[in-house]
């Protein structure tokens, strides 16, 4: 029986709770990226309070470094233009101990790119110029290629998240950014009773492939994150290679980002979005992840039973 990780949030879980859309079937995951350690313990406690039997999934924001602290919630960017963080303004501040002036930047899922011109230690900020144009969120990725194997595997919000998953013994724990088979040992070390999936979502850890699925059950493939590693036209290579070692050796496998994108502003999926749909839950993988569609989505219910409707049909072909 497949499964379906639905993401909560201000939308599925509060707009529409849980026991409208509930299935066995649902693994109900808090991005632990989002809000403070006690807005994340009062979600686990309002889930159990909807559905005192739901599947938990804390997702670890991982060594992942964002942008924090904007006064207003996001700060404008235009194309050609330069602009300023301060070290401050992310959740790492040693940030700019990795970076050098002429690196590139993939912000929020490579939506936006941006060069680094300066690195003024003195005033503590960095300056940047904008090859994109938009609005720059607080919480959202600033990746460089590179640079992910010097920065520590679990920071301390991630260390939290782990005490809290132990304290309600949670379902399962994500964790991001593995590199190796050596961060996922780090993290058995911490983790009581959740089992954990590890996600690939870094060049690192397809390298190291064969020994991360030694160490766990479960992987996802966040290929969102793994896009700003190598490049979005390769990333149907990767997911296919991935998953077929995977299948392979017999690790269960969930395949994130933009499943049912148009759904978060509409009720019903393009056509690209169902073929896709389809053709996934047919090559061996083990779930999906439904991610902004239904935390923040005006549509969770009908995301999640699109999906439900989807795997039903294919289970009738094979009667």
């Known amino acids: 029986m497949k499964k379906i990780i639905a993401t909560v949030g201000p939308s599925l879980l509060y707009k529409t709770p849980l026991k409208?859309?509930?299935d066995e079937r649902n693994?109900?995951?808090i991005n632990g990226a989002h809000g403070s350690i006690d807005d994340i313990e009062n979600y686990i406690k309002e889930i159990k309070d909807q559905v005192p039997t739901a599947k938990i999934l804390m997702d670890l924001p991982g060594n992942k470094v964002r942008t924090a602290n904007f006064e207003k919630g996001y700060i404008d960017i235009k194309e050609n233009e330069e602009?300023?963080?301060s070290f401050d303004q992310m959740n790492y501040t040693q940030f700019f101990k990795h970076?050098?002036?002429g690196d590139i930047v993939w912000a929020n899922d490579s939506i936006f790119e941006f060069e680094v011109?300066?690195?003024?230690?003195?005033?503590?900020?960095?300056?940047f110029l904008s090859h994109s144009t938009g609005k720059l969120l607080n919480n959202k990725g600033m990746h460089i290629r590179g640079i992910h194997k010097d920065i520590p595997f679990l920071f301390e919000k991630d260390q939290g998240l782990i005490s809290l998953a132990n304290k309600y013994s949670l379902d399962y724990v994500g964790l991001s950014f593995v590199r190796d088979e050596k961060d996922?040992?780090?993290a058995k070390e911490l983790i009581k009773d959740s089992k954990i999936i590890a996600k690939v979502e870094t060049k690192a850890a397809v390298d190291n492939l064969n020994n991360i699925?030694?160490?766990?059950?479960?992987?996802l493939i966040d290929r969102g994150d793994l896009s700003t590693e190598v490049g979005l036209i390769k990333i149907p290579y990767y997911q296919n290679y991935i998953v077929e070692k995977a299948v392979f050796k017999g690790t269960k496998v969930f395949l994130?980002?933009?499943f049912l994108k148009s759904m978060e502003y509409n009720p019903i999926a393009t056509f690209p979005e169902i073929i896709d749909m389809y053709n996934t839950l047919k090559s061996g993988i083990y779930g999906i992840q439904m991610s902004e569609e239904t935390a923040v989505g005006k549509y969770p219910k009908n995301c999640l039973d699109t999906i439900m409707s989807i795997m039903e049909d294919i289970k009738e072909e094979r009667l």
């Not at 011109?117 to 900020?125: L, P, S, V």
């Not at 699925?213 to 992987?219: A, F, K, N, P």
């Open 20 to 22: 409208v859309v509930h």
């Open 27 to 29: 693994i109900y995951r």
């Open 83 to 85: 602009f300023t963080l």
């Open 99 to 101: 970076i050098k002036v």
């Open 117 to 127: 011109k300066n690195i003024n230690k003195q005033m503590q900020e960095i300056t």
């Open 184 to 186: 996922i040992k780090q």
């Open 213 to 219: 699925l030694d160490e766990v059950e479960y992987i």
């Open 256 to 258: 994130a980002t933009q």
